[in-house]
Nanobody
Framework: QVQLVESGGGSVQAGGSLTLSCSISGNTYARYCVGWFRQAPGKEREGVISMNRDGITTHADSVKGRFNIYKDSVPNTVYLQIHSLRPEDTGTYYC???????????????WGQGTQVTVSS
């Protein structure tokens, strides 16, 4: 069973930056596509950015130029870097992973529990 754990959420002021982490268990990490999603209060969960196993990324139009997904030297970890935070970025952020599914849809097999991001104006 693959487990995902998000961390790095918090409260920030508009215009600030934040980096979220998604730790993925298991030794097949390199085979997964990973997506980041957010869910604002009262709204549906929406995909914001994803990266396939070849490193190709897909962005939602609303976050282009502000959100970045990347892997670093820490094994089994994918990051979401957010710049120029806006109050409308407030919500619970989830990472998701799947070997076969990729992109901004919600068809991923594995999901984390989420981390809260609150942006104040």
């Amino acid at each position: 069973q693959v487990q995902l754990v998000e961390s790095g959420g918090g409260s920030v002021q508009a215009g600030g930056s934040l980096t979220l982490s998604c730790s993925i268990s298991g030794n097949t990490y390199a085979r997964y596509c990973v997506g980041w999603f957010r869910q604002a209060p009262g709204k549906e969960r929406e995909g914001v950015i994803s990266m396939n196993r070849d490193g190709i990324t897909t962005h939602a139009d609303s976050v282009k130029g502000r959100f970045n997904i990347y892997k670093d030297s820490v094994p089994n970890t994918v990051y979401l870097q957010i710049h120029s935070l806006r109050p409308e970025d407030t919500g619970t952020y989830y990472c998701a992973a799947d070997i076969h599914f990729c992109g901004l849809g919600r068809g991923y097999a594995y999901w984390g529990q989420g981390t809260q991001v609150t942006v104040s104006s």
